[in-house]
């Protein structure tokens, strides 16, 4: 009994090692210790081997096989083939299937063209001509089989790319019915864009309509709601924008469009002016449309923020859904709304209402969502403008200071001088520190910032119930806490900033505007004043020397206001002077004393007569003592051009009559400082 049990034990771990039968007879697959599986034939058909394994069972007695023939000491498989012969005739099946579909020969063809098409600086210009031409001939008439192929597309978008202006229409005119289809393609919206980028009209007025009324679906799919979004933000027209902006409000926008000729708007509150009715309904699918693409993380979207701007404009600010729309925007943990949102015009405009409108806890929890993002904001087209609205609406001060000053001035004082130049010279940056010292001025906010005049003037309106500090209160805080570091930056890098005309802007309002000892600042830019104007670089130098300070016009102008100590004010027809005085002539007057004559007959002529009328410069007489004894040079200077005027004068054509041809030819500088001198 003990050696049945044994031999019984022995034969099922021999089966158990085989494999567990099922049922049905079959045995499933089981992994060995190298990794590979084995699986059995059916029961039915290994009747030799069951009564192998029966025999053992009964006596007890183990077979034994020899490598042949278990086959794990051959390269050999079941068929007889070799395992490379089985790989290559694999191949060749997979090759056969590959020719057997459709446009097999073509799609190879266009494959090598665009091989050797891709590689531009290879292919000269005629060969590539010829090469598109043949392209041309293959895809021609069938190009949307092409297109939703992964490797035939990159042809396709190669010939577009090459192709002439004719052959573009041709494509994208095959193409028209298609293109909602191609959106949602992993590889053929690209194909879309190529098509759009060369702006061509009657190509765009054939892709964009496809997508009426398949806004909801695209906005919401993975690929297509980036090419639905590009073409909305960057491609359509006003009409086209508004078309696929009304399709937010309802399903009936989407199925009925306006009738030819009718004015198309997107703006939710004028449709609401003229059908009250809707107001329940489209505001319900507007909101439930946006949120679900907010709890889908999918808040990058132009459209979206457009979207949602109308649906704030449209809330009363007592109602519940103005609260439920507010804390949805705070709810977004990652921050990611807030910050997508910054960048674009609506969003930024969004996110500044958003401040205006709530509470000094809201907007401390709004702000926290652009923590280490506002030197980029500081420097873009829209985000900049919330910068402007955190001044003008956080109550809280310090807090300012810290979160934003600390991150658009710099941490790194080795480092400041590099963001405060940045901050002086770039077109948007420069309004997020000169906005405390000029405030809405045209200077400051020429035309192509009307938008942010346009949101100030709104936020202030809403502020005088949200908020309860004084303006003037509030801005003076502002400045003293930004003062120290741009001072530092002006005395640690003057040259750098009085290089061009925005950074001469900068340093003249914080010098007049800043708060602090400005000492170190003023003889630093007293100090690039230093030199000859008329200094001209080595024949074997490298290059040219930059212009002296003197001889350009923001340097003058710079100059000229520090020296008065203060700007003119229209109102009164006098020099509104800051208190302390900056005395600004008695620090440029030894650096430039030793070249007083090329200043007095140079472009910066009204930098000297500017010292001759301050009221606190100590060395007047010197300096007239020293204008008298050259007096020929002013007078020269004042009746005749300067040389290289005179060279551009010949170079032109001669004047027409008119005021140039009466214009004044000396320097008008001169002349009254000559009346000075006379006087």
Same mark, same amino acid.
């Given at each position: 009994?003990?050696?049945?049990?044994?031999?019984?034990?022995?034969?099922?771990?021999?089966?158990?090692?085989?494999?567990?039968?099922?049922?049905?007879?079959?045995?499933?697959?089981?992994?060995?210790?190298?990794?590979?599986?084995?699986?059995?034939?059916?029961?039915?058909?290994?009747?030799?081997?069951?009564?192998?394994?029966?025999?053992?069972?009964?006596?007890?007695?183990?077979?034994?096989?020899?490598?042949?023939?278990?086959?794990?000491?051959?390269?050999?498989?079941?068929?007889?083939?070799?395992?490379?012969?089985?790989?290559?005739?694999?191949?060749?099946?997979?090759?056969?299937?590959?020719?057997?579909?459709?446009?097999?020969?073509?799609? *190879?063809?266009?494959?090598?063209?665009?091989?050797? %098409?891709?590689?531009?600086?290879?292919?000269?210009?005629?060969?590539?001509?010829?090469?598109?031409?043949?392209?041309?001939? @293959?895809?021609?008439?069938?190009?949307?089989?092409?297109?939703?192929?992964?490797?035939?597309?990159?042809? =396709?978008?190669?010939?577009?790319?090459?192709?002439?202006?004719?052959?573009?229409?041709?494509?994208?005119? /095959?193409?028209?019915?298609?293109?909602?289809?191609?959106?949602?393609?992993?590889?053929?919206?690209?194909?879309?864009?190529?098509?759009?980028?060369?702006?061509?009209?009657?190509?765009?007025?054939?892709? +964009?309509?496809?997508?009426?009324?398949?806004?909801?679906? %695209? @906005?919401?799919?993975?690929?297509?709601?980036?090419?639905?979004?590009?073409?909305?933000?960057?491609?359509?027209?006003?009409?086209?924008?508004?078309?696929?902006?009304?399709?937010?409000?309802? &399903? $009936?926008?989407?199925?009925?469009?306006?009738?030819?000729?009718?004015? +198309?708007?997107?703006?939710?509150?004028?449709?609401?002016?003229? /059908?009250?009715?809707?107001?329940?309904?489209?505001?319900?699918?507007?909101?439930?449309?946006?949120?679900?693409? @907010?709890?889908?993380?999918?808040?990058?979207?132009?459209?979206?923020?457009?979207?949602?701007?109308?649906?704030?404009?449209?809330?009363?600010?007592?109602?519940?859904?103005?609260?439920?729309?507010?804390?949805?925007?705070?709810?977004?943990?990652?921050?990611?709304?807030?910050?997508?949102?910054?960048?674009?015009?609506?969003?930024?405009?969004?996110?500044?209402?958003?401040?205006?409108?709530?509470?000094?806890?809201?907007?401390?929890?709004?702000?926290?969502?652009?923590?280490?993002?506002?030197?980029?904001?500081?420097?873009?087209? *829209?985000?900049?403008?919330?910068?402007?609205?955190?001044?003008?609406?956080?109550?809280?001060?310090?807090?300012?200071?810290?979160?934003?000053?600390?991150?658009?001035?710099?941490?790194?004082?080795?480092?400041?001088? /590099? *963001?405060?130049?940045?901050?002086?010279?770039?077109?948007?940056?420069?309004?997020?520190?000169?906005?405390?010292?000029?405030?809405?001025?045209?200077?400051?906010?020429p035309a192509s910032h009307a938008t942010d005049l346009e949101i100030l003037k709104e936020i202030h309106e809403?502020?005088?119930?949200?908020?309860?500090?004084?303006?003037?209160?509030?801005?003076?805080?502002?400045?003293?806490?930004?003062?120290?570091?741009?001072?530092?930056?002006?005395?640690?890098?003057?040259?750098?900033?009085?290089?061009?005309?925005?950074?001469?802007?900068? +340093?003249?309002?914080?010098?007049?505007?800043?708060?602090?000892?400005?000492?170190?600042?003023?003889?630093?830019?007293?100090?690039?004043?230093?030199?000859?104007?008329?200094?001209?670089?080595?024949?074997?130098?490298?290059?040219?020397? &930059?212009?002296?300070?003197?001889?350009?016009?923001?340097?003058?102008?710079?100059?000229?206001?520090?020296?008065?100590?203060?700007?003119?004010?229209?109102?009164?027809?006098?020099?509104?002077?800051?208190?302390?005085?900056?005395?600004?002539?008695?620090?440029?007057?030894?650096?430039?004393?030793?070249?007083? =004559?090329?200043?007095?007959?140079? &472009?910066?002529?009204?930098? =000297?007569?500017?010292?001759?009328?301050?009221?606190?410069?100590?060395?007047?007489?010197?300096?007239?003592?020293?204008?008298?004894?050259?007096?020929?040079?002013?007078?020269?200077?004042?009746? $005749?051009?300067?040389?290289?005027?005179?060279?551009?004068?010949?170079?032109? &054509?001669?004047?027409?009559?008119?005021?140039?041809?009466?214009?004044?030819?000396?320097?008008?500088?001169?002349?009254?400082?000559?009346?000075? %001198?006379?006087?």
């Amino acid at each position: 009994m003990a050696t049945k049990s044994s031999s019984a034990a022995a034969a099922g771990g021999k089966r158990k090692a085989f494999g567990k039968h099922n049922e049905d007879g079959r045995t499933k697959a089981v992994k060995t210790t190298s990794g590979k599986k084995h699986i059995k034939a059916e029961a039915e058909d290994n009747e030799s081997s069951d009564e192998s394994s029966d025999a053992e069972f009964h006596t007890g007695e183990t077979t034994t096989s020899t490598p042949n023939e278990s086959g794990n000491g051959s390269n050999e498989t079941k068929s007889g083939t070799s395992s490379r012969e089985a790989h290559a005739k694999q191949k060749q099946l997979a090759q056969e299937r590959k020719n057997a579909k459709p446009l097999a020969d073509e799609v *190879h063809r266009t494959k090598k063209l665009w091989e050797k %098409l891709r590689r531009k600086s290879h292919v000269p210009k005629e060969e590539r001509q010829q090469l598109v031409e043949e392209l041309f001939t @293959i895809i021609t008439g069938r190009i949307k089989d092409f297109v939703l192929k992964h490797d035939a597309v990159r042809a =396709v978008q190669t010939a577009v790319k090459y192709a002439t202006p004719v052959q573009r229409r041709q494509i994208a005119k /095959e193409l028209q019915g298609t293109y909602a289809q191609l959106a949602e393609s992993r590889y053929a919206k690209f194909l879309i864009g190529k098509l759009l980028v060369q702006n061509d009209k009657e190509i765009r007025d054939i892709i +964009v309509p496809e997508f009426y009324g398949k806004v909801r679906k %695209l @906005i919401n799919h993975a690929e297509g709601s980036w090419i639905l979004d590009d073409v909305y933000r960057g491609v359509a027209t006003k009409e086209q924008k508004a078309n696929l902006l009304r399709e937010w409000y309802g &399903p $009936e926008f989407a199925l009925f469009r306006q009738p030819k000729g009718t004015e +198309v708007t997107g703006d939710l509150s004028k449709i609401l002016a003229d /059908e009250p009715s809707k107001r329940t309904t489209a505001m319900k699918y507007l909101f439930d449309m946006a949120n679900g693409l @907010i709890q889908k993380k999918m808040t990058g979207f132009t459209m979206l923020h457009d979207a949602l701007l109308q649906y704030f404009l449209n809330l009363n600010p007592e109602s519940e859904e103005f609260k439920e729309f507010f804390e949805t925007i705070k709810e977004d943990e990652t921050g990611d709304l807030l910050k997508n949102m910054a960048f674009t015009k609506s969003g930024a405009r969004l996110v500044c209402l958003l401040l205006a409108h709530g509470t000094a806890k809201d907007r401390k929890q709004l702000l926290k969502a652009y923590k280490d993002t506002y030197q980029l904001m500081s420097g873009d087209n *829209h985000a900049h403008a919330i910068i402007l609205a955190a001044y003008d609406l956080l109550d809280d001060t310090v807090l300012t200071s810290k979160t934003i000053f600390s991150e658009i001035l710099g941490k790194n004082e080795e480092k400041d001088a /590099e *963001h405060v130049i940045f901050l002086a010279n770039d077109l948007n940056a420069r309004t997020t520190v000169l906005y405390l010292f000029e405030g809405m001025s045209k200077a400051l906010f020429p035309a192509s910032h009307a938008t942010d005049l346009e949101i100030l003037k709104e936020i202030h309106e809403i502020r005088t119930k949200t908020s309860k500090k004084d303006a003037e209160v509030r801005r003076k805080e502002l400045v003293t806490a930004m003062s120290p570091q741009l001072l530092a930056a002006i005395a640690s890098s003057p040259a750098d900033l009085v290089a061009t005309s925005f950074g001469c802007q900068f +340093v003249t309002d914080v010098l007049l505007s800043a708060t602090g000892d400005k000492k170190a600042a003023l003889e630093a830019i007293a100090s690039t004043a230093g030199g000859d104007p008329n200094a001209e670089a080595p024949k074997d130098a490298y290059q040219a020397l &930059p212009p002296h300070i003197s001889t350009t016009i923001h340097g003058g102008r710079m100059f000229k206001t520090l020296i008065a100590g203060g700007r003119f004010d229209k109102a009164t027809g006098s020099i509104q002077k800051v208190d302390p005085p900056l005395n600004f002539a008695d620090l440029l007057y030894p650096v430039i004393k030793d070249h007083i =004559v090329q200043w007095a007959t140079g &472009p910066s002529s009204w930098t =000297v007569l500017a010292m001759l009328e301050a009221s606190d410069f100590s060395s007047k007489k010197e300096l007239l003592k020293t204008l008298k004894s050259n007096k020929k040079a002013l007078i020269k200077a004042a009746t $005749e051009a300067p040389a290289s005027k005179k060279e551009e004068m010949e170079e032109k &054509p001669k004047a027409k009559k008119g005021k140039n041809a009466s214009a004044p030819k000396g320097n008008q500088g001169s002349k009254l400082l000559l009346e000075k %001198l006379d006087a």
